[in-house]
């Protein structure tokens, strides 16, 4: 005869049975969440990611994060890799602005852009080129910077060893890399040709024959793989203040130079605040002055105030969301003049750039129905158009995210290549030519460059930046709107075309612009110009709902990496 169970027990293999019910319902929540399978979108990422200009680096900035670094030492090795992979876009011989917002929240910007040295010439403004194109010689290298910042983010956020970051450069410097596909094309450009074969940086660039180098060579930078390894082993100072600061300080002298070691020593990072603007629910951290920071917040805020949408692109519509954006980059063309270096001049003539009663005030002054002349934006002597730089966007597992933007100017800086070194050195000083009336020793010059942080009130985040000297500001600008306002992924955000308003207000149409929206410009009264030098590139990092989407920008075919 079976034994009957008294009701209590009955109730507590029940209850047994339903918690263990719920636990199972439970971890299969939580693996579910883990993993991103339920929502995270094919390509993604649940981790960590890195956007730079090339494959190859942006994997080796990848591989530092999967070796426990941080997004400042991902960001490093990233940068280091692209001073071989694209070294007309950046190096050692340059400066950058990272922005670098912690896990608490907490924004901060580093600024080790090049400035001005002691004995820089004072009548350095006189021979600023009148037309577009490249600035070179020797009188226009600023002090670089790029080691010394590096130093201090390391310092402050970095988890790796010093030497660790530079390991995979040293590699790729030493043994040698396949022409990198972007760069065989650039070089094929007569203008870039020229510019290499015609200066010392045919040492490392050219064949034999002293001809640029072409599809199938090998580029090497024997000499730079020794000046990185002992700065890995030494530290920046062995830069700053030891013998490949020496070295460097010969050859800049050989080459008619001003640069001398007590500006190599004398160099400071300037660490502060980032400056925040509200964007209706975002909020956007850009880098103070003398960064294009306030100039992208400048425009972003009047175009918020057209409240577009996604039907904004339908139609007539969408002739009038770009006509308004041309006004817009009138108007901030109109104000270059109010960005410098502030230990040099009023902060406050920047600060009003991201002042809403400034803002809605020159909203006003955009029309519907046409365009106006030069004056009416009350032009400050923007400057000539200028190509170049290049940004890497990090985020870590920790939370940890960087938006950094480096340089040395214009394609391969002013065309000076130290033998002793393998450094190739900025013509950073060529910036202040058409936005200031002379140069002072330890002034920075003013910047396009936009490293920024944008955070949503539902706690996304969005790393960001871009490279192509005075085209960063537009590209960047349009990126964040499309992404933003117009509905678009960040895939077809960074893809879309972009427009140029340059220094003359004349407007330059990316190719692939959409062919109806520019007649109907032409009808509103814009005046626009065939231009085949669009060297804009954006790379970004977006996290929402714990999935992680990085895109670089096919247009220098870059890939992002991540895991």
């Known amino acids: 005869m079976a034994h009957k169970r008294k009701p209590w027990m009955v109730c507590c293999f029940i209850l047994a049975g339903l918690l263990c019910a719920v636990a199972v319902v439970c971890l299969c929540i939580v693996w579910l969440v883990d993993s991103g399978v339920h929502k995270c979108p094919s390509g993604s990422f649940t981790h960590a990611a890195v956007s730079a200009d090339s494959q190859r680096c942006s994997e080796i900035g990848r591989n530092i994060l999967k070796q426990g670094g941080s997004a400042v030492d991902g960001a490093i090795a990233a940068l280091l890799c692209t001073s071989v992979v694209n070294p007309q876009s950046m190096g050692i011989g340059g400066g950058s602005f990272f922005t670098i917002r912690d896990r608490t929240g907490k924004v901060k910007v580093y600024n080790f852009r090049e400035t001005a040295p002691l004995h820089v010439n004072r009548n350095l403004l006189n021979y600023c080129p009148k037309f577009f194109g490249q600035i070179t010689g020797s009188q226009w290298i600023g002090v670089p910077g790029e080691l010394r ?7 402050e956020y970095g988890k790796l060893p010093w030497a660790k970051l530079f390991e995979p450069t040293i590699k790729l410097a030493r043994e040698g890399i396949p022409m990198p596909v972007f760069l065989g094309k650039l070089l094929k450009y007569k203008m870039v040709k020229d510019h290499v074969e015609n200066s010392s940086l045919c040492e490392v660039l050219c064949y034999k024959n002293k001809t640029v180098l072409g599809t199938g060579a090998t580029l090497k930078f024997s000499k730079l793989a020794e000046t990185m390894e002992t700065i890995a082993k030494q530290g920046a100072d062995a830069f700053y203040t030891g013998e490949i600061g020496h070295d460097l300080i010969k050859d800049i002298k050989a080459a008619g130079g001003t640069l001398k070691m007590e500006d190599l020593k004398a160099f400071k990072v300037q660490v502060g605040e980032a400056w925040t603007v509200n964007l209706g629910n975002t909020k956007m951290h850009i880098p103070p002055p003398p960064s294009g920071g306030p100039l992208l917040a400048f425009i972003l805020s009047l175009m918020k105030g057209f409240s577009l ?29 109010s960005v410098c270096d502030p230990k040099f001049d009023d902060i406050k003539r920047a600060k009003i750039l991201i002042d809403p009663s400034f803002t809605d005030r020159i909203r006003d002054m955009i029309s519907s129905d046409g365009t106006y002349d030069k004056s009416y934006y009350n032009n400050l002597k923007p400057s000539n158009d200028h190509i170049g730089t290049t940004h890497v966007s990090v985020l870590d597992e920790d939370g940890l995210a960087v938006s950094a933007t480096s340089t040395i100017n214009h394609f391969f800086g002013g065309g000076i290549y130290s033998p002793r070194t393998g450094i190739i050195l900025n013509n950073e000083l060529s910036d202040f030519c058409g936005r200031a009336d002379n140069v002072t020793a330890g002034e920075q010059p003013p910047s396009s460059m936009t490293p920024v942080i944008l955070e949503t009130k539902s706690g996304g985040l969005l790393v960001i930046g871009g490279s192509g000297g005075s085209q960063i500001i537009t590209a960047v600008a349009l990126s964040i709107i499309n992404r933003l306002w117009l509905g678009m992924n960040l895939t077809e955000a960074i893809a879309a075309p972009i427009l140029l308003v340059d220094s003359n207000n004349t407007v330059k149409f990316e190719r692939g612009f959409d062919k109806a929206v520019i007649n109907g410009l032409t009808a509103l009264g814009h005046k626009s110009k065939d231009w085949i030098y669009f060297f804009n590139v954006v790379n970004a990092v977006e996290k929402e709902n714990g999935c992680i989407v990085a895109v670089s920008d096919n247009r220098k075919m870059g890939v992002s990496a991540g895991y």
């Open 309 to 337: 949408t996604p039907h904004s692109l339908d139609g007539d519509q969408k002739i009038q969301t770009y006509h308004r954006y041309i006004e817009a980059l009138k108007f901030a063309n109109g104000q270059r003049g």
């Open 149 to 155: 910042g590096y130093e201090a983010v390391h310092r």
